[in-house]
């Protein structure tokens, strides 16, 4: 069964992207590669 609990208190968690994406991923690849300035001004 779901049970929630109504006396909890919301709370913050600080995390540093550094520490999720690994060196290696695909995505800093792309990130180095790639010039994304452009969007801020687009939007």
Do not use: C, W, Y
């Given at each position: 069964?779901?049970?929630?609990?109504?006396?909890?208190?919301?709370?913050?968690?600080?995390?540093?992207?550094?520490?999720?994406?690994?060196?290696?991923h695909?995505?800093?690849?792309?990130?180095?590669?790639?010039?994304?300035?452009?969007?801020?001004?687009?939007?």
């Amino acid at each position: 069964m779901f049970q929630t609990n109504s006396h909890r208190q919301g709370g913050f968690e600080f995390v540093n992207i550094e520490e999720l994406v690994p060196r290696d991923h695909l995505l800093r690849k792309i990130d180095a590669t790639i010039d994304f300035s452009f969007i801020a001004e687009k939007t």
